[in-house]
């Protein structure tokens, strides 16, 4: 196969560490190992674009989106379209569909290269709607009706979509987007695997030798439902005191779920430890008994993939496409969205019993491995560019 030249365009990148993000770098990491170019289009702050650009990656100015302090917004990409033609870029990979994805999306058009663009994210999902839309009422329904709008517009523009599961692919069909292929977000099985040793930082983090150990990793915001795992831990040491709640990440909900810890009266057994680095990652996984996402938001769930790559079992929302990474009894255990004493009492049942879960966890892990996955995105481009020799 010849090399190809590949563009990703994305409203989201380093310092920010989330599924977009991790995506990137890892499919970028395995397409350069295999011989091909590519080159990262994103925006950032005067300090992180000192920090981050590089001869591949070409970082546009950006101001702070309120919302998520950790993310620019690109304030004008557009001259990205003089960048992309230099480099002879044989497709353009719009990784998001705002304001860096639509600068993807024009400079495909202008130049007449083939577009594929991810759905990573449910923007119009009702948590979202609420949580970051105007509160006016009216102002809100008009805002989610425009932002659906113009979501159908921006990926019926592409040559092909990519839908992280299945799950999603079905829902992009129901928009009347047709050219959709799933290909999931894919994971460093190298980095992720059984032999990682969490010890260290369980002894770093105070988890005792008797205590059961319960982790979330994630963005810290409404939509992510963390209320309901705090809840279901309040629940849980009611009867086991030896029960200690990790969560990882930041986020702007960090605050109030603080708050909410202090609350419910388990702050003593809930530690926040903050962003966790790629590098620390793996180990801080190791060092859980149980991964839990109550999440009611997800188009994959890559922190369930990276738990079992681990070797941990997981819990999860029954809902989107956590229903698909969990099996019941094999992996995970699910419930129903919402319902922190279903969430209490899978976790509970999974603590009980841990090493059941381990092998079907690890064999579900290795087939989202960066090398098994990344031959199907490949796929996926070069059917788009036979496609367009045909015209």
């Known amino acids: 196969m010849e090399s190809l030249n590949i563009a990703f365009y994305s409203d989201a990148y380093l310092p920010s560490v989330d599924g977009v993000v991790s995506s990137i770098l890892t499919f970028r990491e395995e397409l350069e190992r295999r011989g091909h ?56 990979h719009a990784q998001t569909p705002m304001v860096m994805g639509f600068a993807g999306l024009m400079g495909a058009k202008l130049l007449r290269y083939p ?33 659906l709008r113009y979501t159908k517009f921006f990926y019926k ?12 692919n079905r829902m992009l069909r129901r928009y009347g987007i047709q050219r959709v292929d799933t290909v999931p977000n894919c994971i460093d099985t190298s980095r992720l ?50 029960i200690k709640l990790i969560v990882g990440g930041t986020g702007p909900a960090e605050q109030h779920y603080r708050e909410l810890a202090k609350g419910l009266g388990i702050m003593s057994n809930t530690k926040f430890i903050g962003f966790v680095s790629p590098k620390n990652l793996p180990k801080v996984y ?39 990474l969990i099996k019941n009894g094999k992996n995970g255990e699910k419930f129903r969205p919402g319902d922190y004493t279903g969430c209490a009492k899978k976790i509970e049942k999974v603590l009980n ?39």
């Open 157 to 168: 523009q592409c040559d092909r979509v990519i839908a992280p599961s299945h799950t999603i």
């Open 37 to 92: 170019s590519v080159y990262v289009f994103s925006s950032a702050n005067s300090r992180n674009k000192k920090r981050y650009e590089s001869k591949r990656v070409f970082l546009y100015p950006g101001m702070k989106f309120k919302p998520y302090p950790q993310y620019s917004v690109a304030l004008f990409p557009y001259n990205s379209v003089i960048k992309l033609n230099e480099l002879k870029a044989d497709i353009v």
């Open 286 to 324: 190791a060092s859980s008994d149980v991964f839990c996402l109550p999440s009611t938001f997800e188009t994959q769930g890559v922190v369930l993939l990276e738990a079992m790559a681990i070797g941990k079992p997981v819990v999860g929302a029954d809902y989107l496409a956590i229903k698909e």
């Open 353 to 391: 019993n841990t090493a059941h879960y381990k092998h079907d966890a690890v064999n579900t892990a290795a087939e989202f491995s960066k090398e098994k996955v990344t031959g199907k995105l490949l796929d996926v481009y070069n059917s788009v560019l036979s496609d367009k020799a045909i015209y």
């Open 115 to 147: 577009l594929v663009s991810s759905f990573h994210t449910l923007v119009t999902n009702k948590p979202i709607i609420d949580t970051y839309y105007p509160k006016n009422r009216h102002l809100k329904k008009l805002a989610a009706t425009s932002v």
């Open 193 to 242: 695997n059984p032999k990682v040793d969490g010890s260290g930082v369980r002894e770093f983090l105070g988890i005792k030798p008797r205590e059961k150990s319960i982790l979330y990793i994630g963005r810290l915001s409404r939509e992510k439902k963390l209320e309901v795992l705090l809840n279901a831990t309040k629940v849980l040491l009611k009867k086991d005191k030896n």
